[in-house]
């Protein structure tokens, strides 16, 4: 029996690379980005692993993509460092890993899932965090080793706002759905600034009896909206995913005049996806189908 008593669904695995306002040149890279962290993701669920492993892997393969503001290539901070944020999520028993302002590691959803494996805290931030990391066996690397030349141009131009966080959401056979999130932040934003990405219930949520959620956008509104699981709240109330984010999408431009994109799963293999900015590449699989919208 499913857990939860879930019927048995059809997998579907969704993937996001940040809403934001993409430059059209960069659609090719986007979309190779988006179909490459399906394939990652995919693989993870075909091979007979949890929802929780095809997000991991999902996302993982997004923060090694230099195109999405997450892991290398991640945004910088006013004083030019990369400074990150991740949560994963277990619809199943709802645990959670996250990490807020690592500087040192490649991809801070793996430390994330390490966080969640050990079950003691949810979220450690900072030094500790990237020491944490080290001590789970994962390589520390320099901040400047995860700065690109893209990055760099940006910071020069004092570029500030949103771009490109990445996340997944995933529904696996036996009905349990997971949620991964991770991101650079803001561009120029202030040295120790947390956004919402880390936060449980803000950038992501994870409930078998709800859905899964991935956000991206405006931190500073999703925090305090607690979009993610408002999101997931409304699926709890019956609607389906697609509802659901297009909903929130709705309500942090009331609310807040906040701006974003969600993605959503429900146990039962619905999906949806719903942005207000001018672009958002996303993706989703299920085992009939794929689609992947480039921008
Ligand atoms: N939500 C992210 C943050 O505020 C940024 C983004 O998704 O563009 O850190």
């Not at 909206?225 to 999408?249: C, F, K």
Request: hydrophobic fraction near 45%; glycine fraction near 14%; charge should be negative.
């Amino acid at each position: 029996m499913p857990p939860d008593g879930a019927v048995s669904a059809r997998p579907v695995l969704v993937v996001h690379g940040g809403a934001g306002a993409w430059a059209p040149e960069l659609a090719p890279d986007a979309g190779a980005g988006i179909r490459a962290a399906l394939r990652a993701g995919w693989q993870a669920l075909d091979g007979g692993g949890s929802a929780l492993d095809a997000v991991e892997a999902a996302v993982a393969a997004m923060e090694d993509d230099e195109t999405f503001n997450a892991g290398r290539g991640s945004c910088l901070t006013s004083d030019g460092r990369v400074q990150m944020d991740a949560l994963i999520m277990d619809g199943a028993t709802l645990e959670a890993g996250a990490a807020a302002c690592v500087a040192q590691v490649r991809n801070p959803i793996r430390l994330a899932r390490a966080i969640l494996r050990q079950g003691r805290h949810v979220l450690f931030a900072g030094p500790d965090a990237d020491r944490l990391a080290q001590s789970f066996g994962m390589e520390l690397c320099a901040n400047e080793e995860l700065i690109t030349e893209r990055q760099r141009q940006r910071w020069r131009e004092a570029l500030t706002g949103g771009q490109d966080t990445v996340g997944a959401v995933a529904v696996d056979a036996t009905g349990n759905v997971a949620s991964a999130t991770s991101t650079g932040g803001m561009h120029g934003k202030a040295p120790g600034r947390v956004g919402d990405a880390p936060l449980v219930g803000c950038g992501g949520y994870a409930d078998n009896q709800a859905g899964a959620v991935s956000a991206t956008g405006w931190g500073e509104a999703i925090m305090r909206l607690m979009l993610a699981g408002w999101t997931a709240d409304r699926m709890r109330d019956g609607a389906s995913p697609q509802r659901a984010a297009e909903l929130a999408i709705d309500h942090v431009a009331r609310r807040l005049n906040g701006s974003g994109g969600i993605i959503a799963v429900n146990a039962a293999g619905g999906f949806g996806a719903a942005k207000n900015t001018p672009a958002m590449p996303w993706g989703m699989k299920s085992p009939d189908e794929e689609f992947v919208q480039e921008l």
